[in-house]
């Protein structure tokens, strides 16, 4: 056993605790537990599997924090851990790709675990995010207890004001003399011969509002 790279049991009704006899297997880099009837806590000896790259234990019952020894190993590169019932704080999680339950639910209004760097939070309704896909992140100096939808509104409303500054200079250049002269004299009718009307007759909501801002150009 000591000698063995890959462990993959999941799916095969294991019930009990993980054995911290696992931690001597120091050539282990693949371990899978995923979907048994697993309980208690990762084991702190695990923080010994020197080589683990990849361990997940998704959907079991384990419980507790994870252990900072584990998350210390230096060729770590995939931590899956979501819908057990893990609580505290996931450290350096930089440079692993870390997938657990650090998100919300309409039933939970506090995250199992935190997680600052995480790459997928996962709810209690089986429902996962890719965090890359969120404003502002969770790493953001805008997330702080209590401020984060505060700086969330100001950082929208920044860039909608942006939208419609470059929208208004827009405009404006287009009234210019020089630049209603290009195109064989004029740019408006060129556009709308060829344009207004197409966008006119589409059902779509984003056409129309094209084809009147074309208008008042």
Request: proline residues 5%; glycine residues 6%; negative net charge.
């Amino acid at each position: 056993m000591k000698e063995l790279k890959e462990l993959r049991l999941s799916r095969n009704l294991i019930e009990g605790s993980i054995p911290s006899e696992m931690s001597n297997m120091n050539k282990l880099e693949v371990l899978r537990l995923d979907d048994n009837s697993l309980f208690g806590s990762i084991p702190v000896k695990f923080g010994n599997l020197s080589r683990l790259k990849f361990f997940s234990a998704s959907y079991n019952d384990l419980m507790g924090s994870i252990p900072e020894a584990v998350m210390n190993l230096s060729n770590l590169e995939v931590f899956y851990i979501p819908f057990n019932d893990f609580s505290g704080t996931i450290s350096k999680t930089y440079e692993v790709e870390v997938t657990a339950d650090c998100g919300l639910s309409p039933k939970a209004t506090d995250p199992k675990v935190t997680c600052e760097n995480c790459a997928v939070c996962c709810n209690d309704d089986k429902e996962c995010i890719e965090l890359d896909r969120t404003l502002p992140k969770p790493s953001s100096p805008f997330v702080k207890e209590g401020k984060n939808l505060f700086f969330e509104m100001v950082v929208l409303l920044l860039i909608a004001g942006g939208c419609c500054c470059i929208g208004f200079i827009f405009v404006g250049v287009t009234q210019l003399p020089w630049f209603r002269n290009l195109n064989d004299g004029n740019i408006l009718s060129n556009f709308q011969k060829e344009s207004v009307n197409r966008f006119l007759l589409s059902r779509n909501f984003v056409a129309y509002l094209i084809a009147i801002f074309s208008n008042i150009i």
